[in-house]
């Protein structure tokens, strides 16, 4: 039987194919939002927004384009809003103000525990 391994993908010609991290300072919290670092490993956070006003009503987990960052989000939220939705926008290793390096290994690892969360 094969095993899922991502990590096998984790080799520089392919990272940078795949990844295009861009760094980015906090800014202000939109209304209607939550900011979470999520502790993914030993040192290593990522930077997630929660936007959350309706009780009980199901929640998009989404993981952000290769080369955007979580407050790119930030206009579009609303949209998900209107519609009694709640939207859940979480970054990626190296990207926005989380730590850590991207990698495929991580991403796949990173996604279990961001989906934990939301959960809780």
Known sequence: M???TPSK????EILAAIFHPRREV?????SSCEEFEVTVSENTT????FFNPHANAPVILYFHGN???VSDYDQIAPYYLKLG???FVAGYRGYGWSSGEPSVGALFH??????????E
């Not at 993908?9 to 520089?12: G, V």
């Not at 990522?46 to 927004?49: F, H």
């Not at 990173?110 to 959960?119: G, K, Q, W, Y």
């Open 110 to 119: 990173d996604a279990a525990v961001i989906f934990a969360r939301v959960l």
């Open 46 to 49: 990522l930077g997630c927004r």
């Open 85 to 87: 939705l709640n939207f």
């Open 67 to 69: 080369g955007e960052t």
């Open 26 to 30: 906090r800014n202000a919290t939109p």
């Open 2 to 4: 094969n095993e899922l």
């Open 9 to 12: 993908m984790d080799k520089p």
